[in-house]
């Protein structure tokens, strides 16, 4: 079992930035991928960023590639998300996510573990 908690949702205000953080605790292995995914009313989850836990291979939704960048701190346990440059439509609760193995990184099916979500809301 891996736990994740989410923390750092707020409210902002457009062209703001913004830093997410996951903490995992369990059973923390070598083959964890770590995934912020994100649902907005109304709307699917849909994938925003990944990483793998090891070797660092990162993902992006092309919604946020150049804005967003997911990072891991595996001595700490913490994966984070920090977005800049944020618009009302990044507004959605944020999961992180957690799978095991060589999966389809953008596919929510493929995570086994999520916390529990963090609210981040953007007003234009």
């Given at each position: 079992?891996?736990?994740?908690?989410?923390?750092?949702?707020?409210?902002?205000?457009?062209?703001?930035?913004?830093?997410?953080?996951?903490?995992?605790?369990?059973?923390?292995?070598?083959?964890?991928?770590l995934a912020w995914f994100r649902?907005?009313?109304?709307?699917?989850?849909?994938?925003?960023?990944?990483?793998?836990?090891?070797?660092?291979?990162?993902?992006?939704?092309?919604?946020?590639?150049?804005?967003?960048?997911?990072?891991?701190?595996?001595?700490?346990?913490?994966?984070?998300?920090?977005?800049?440059?944020?618009?009302?439509?990044?507004?959605?609760?944020?999961?992180?996510?957690?799978?095991?193995?060589?999966?389809?990184?953008?596919?929510?099916?493929?995570?086994?573990?999520?916390?529990?979500?963090?609210q981040v809301t953007v007003s234009?």
């Amino acid at each position: 079992q891996v736990q994740l908690v989410e923390s750092g949702g707020d409210t902002v205000q457009a062209g703001s930035s913004l830093r997410l953080s996951c903490q995992l605790s369990g059973s923390i292995s070598d083959d964890l991928t770590l995934a912020w995914f994100r649902r907005a009313p109304g709307k699917e989850r849909e994938f925003v960023a990944s990483v793998a836990w090891t070797v660092g291979t990162i993902a992006y939704a092309d919604s946020v590639k150049g804005r967003f960048t997911i990072s891991r701190d595996n001595a700490r346990n913490t994966v984070a998300l920090q977005m800049s440059s944020l618009k009302p439509e990044d507004t959605a609760v944020y999961y992180c996510g957690a799978a095991r193995g060589w999966v389809p990184v953008r596919a929510s099916a493929s995570y086994n573990y999520w916390g529990q979500g963090t609210q981040v809301t953007v007003s234009s």
